[in-house]
């Protein structure tokens, strides 16, 4: 691809396993619930919370699971006890312990381009959780800079793409998601690679997609490499 300065990629399920996590902890927490509501039910109260809560606790860990005891507190009509409490705690806190498993290929494509291109991080999460995933996943020595977004639209990437003093153009986002790391950035000019995880979030579907010569769907992260190797 000519031109391109800078390629970004998406952290959690990009580089490494991620939503997988969440969805064996929401099964967990639905079956703690089990007694109160059934699992739709259960899910369905989670996702509604989450989603108001957004915009105040943003992304990652605890984030979610501040949203596990509220949605508790609601399920159980206030009558949450504090063994319950505790085992949502614990059920974070394994999410936190979680070891990081890199996604195939992922160090083949960051060892080849970062020869060649300045590769950075730019995702979304907590600060704290991302930044031990990336020193416990060995590849940081891979990236020039490393961006923890509160969220992923046209003007962050805008703001990250003056920080790195290169025009939209030069920029290449690679990642999971259509709506956060490919859609923002080809609206402002840059261009994105799209590659599927095998789990999405419900928040991170997109019902449909408008062709652009500045975006590829990819199968997989080593796909990438035909791009540029020449």
């Known amino acids: 691809m000519e031109g391109i300065k800078v390629i970004g990629?998406?952290?959690?399920?990009?580089l490494w396993e991620n939503e997988t996590f969440f969805r064996?902890?929401?099964?967990?927490?639905a079956h703690l619930m089990q007694a109160y509501s059934e699992e739709k039910?259960?899910?369905?109260?989670?996702?509604?919370?989450?989603m108001d809560n957004m915009p105040i606790y943003g992304y990652g860990i605890?984030?979610?699971?501040?949203?596990?005891?509220?949605?508790?507190?609601?399920?159980?009509?206030g009558k949450l006890s504090s063994g319950q409490a505790e085992q949502i705690l614990a059920i974070g806190k394994t999410m936190l312990h979680k070891p990081v498993e890199l996604l195939d290929g992922v160090e083949e494509v960051l060892r080849?381009?970062?020869a060649k291109y300045r590769l950075i991080v730019a995702t979304?999460?907590?600060?704290?959780?991302?930044?031990?995933?990336l020193n416990k996943s060995g590849l940081i020595k891979y990236f020039?800079?490393?961006e923890v977004m509160s969220d992923k639209h046209p003007k962050a990437y805008l703001k990250l793409i003056k920080h790195l003093d290169i025009l939209p153009e030069q920029f290449l986002m690679v990642g999971n998601s259509m709506k956060s790391d490919v859609i923002p950035v080809v609206e402002i000019g840059g261009f994105g690679m799209h590659i599927p995880f095998h789990t999405t979030w419900q928040h991170e579907v997109v019902e449909s997609v408008h062709d652009s010569v500045r975006m590829v769907e990819l199968e997989k992260l080593t796909d990438v490499l035909s791009y540029f190797k020449y």
């Open 9 to 14: 990629f998406d952290a959690d399920d990009t």
């Open 24 to 29: 064996e902890a929401e099964n967990e927490f």
């Open 41 to 50: 039910d259960v899910l369905k109260e989670l996702y509604k919370v989450e």
């Open 62 to 77: 605890k984030a979610f699971v501040l949203s596990l005891l509220e949605t508790a507190t609601i399920i159980t009509g």
């Open 112 to 114: 080849f381009l970062s």
């Open 124 to 133: 979304k999460g907590d600060l704290l959780d991302q930044e031990r995933k």
């Open 144 to 146: 020039h800079h490393i």
